[in-house]
C-alpha cells in the first residue's frame, strides 16, 4: 500500500505560479509512477501530467503544455507539478496518483492509488 499526501493548492491570480508536491508513504520500496489528473465541478477526472519512476518519460496534457512541468525526488518519495501562467479554466481539485509499475501512463484507470487532492483557484 501507498499512501499519497499533495499539498502546495491555494489562491492564485491568473498569470501566476503554485507548485504542487505530493509525499509518498508507506510501501514506497517498489518503483512506482506517478501522475496528476485535476477535476473540476461536474467534470469528469482528467489528466494532467505523468512520469515514470526513473523520470526520464514525462506526459502532460495538451491543455497545460509549456506551462506546467512534472518532476519528482526519488529521494524524499516526492512528486511536484510546478504551474505556471495559470488561468482561471486551471480551477479544479488536483489530485497525485501512483501505479505500481515504472513507466507512466496517461490513463486514470491505470492508476492504483490516489491522494486525497488539493485545491487550486485561479481568479481572474
Known amino acids: 500500500q501507498v499512501q499519497l499526501v499533495e499539498s502546495g493548492g491555494g489562491l492564485v491570480q491568473a498569470g501566476g505560479s503554485l507548485r504542487l508536491s505530493c509525499a509518498a508513504s508507506?510501501?514506497?520500496?517498489?518503483?512506482?509512477?506517478m501522475g496528476w489528473f485535476r477535476q473540476a465541478p461536474g467534470n469528469e477526472r482528467d489528466f494532467v501530467a505523468s512520469?515514470?519512476?526513473?523520470?526520464?518519460?514525462?506526459y502532460v496534457a495538451d491543455s497545460v503544455k509549456g506551462r506546467f512541468t512534472i518532476s519528482r525526488d526519488n529521494a524524499k518519495n516526492t512528486v511536484y507539478l510546478q504551474m505556471n501562467s495559470l488561468k482561471p479554466e486551471d480551477t479544479a481539485v488536483y489530485y497525485c496518483?501512483?501505479?505500481?509499475?515504472?513507466?507512466?501512463?496517461?490513463?486514470?484507470?491505470?492508476?492504483?492509488?490516489w491522494g486525497q487532492g488539493t485545491q487550486v483557484t485561479v481568479s481572474s
Open positions: 512520469i515514470s519512476y526513473s523520470g526520464s518519460t514525462t
Open positions: 508507506g510501501r514506497t520500496s517498489k518503483n512506482y509512477a
Open positions: 496518483a501512483a501505479r505500481g509499475v515504472g513507466y507512466a501512463t496517461t490513463m486514470r484507470s491505470s492508476y492504483d492509488y
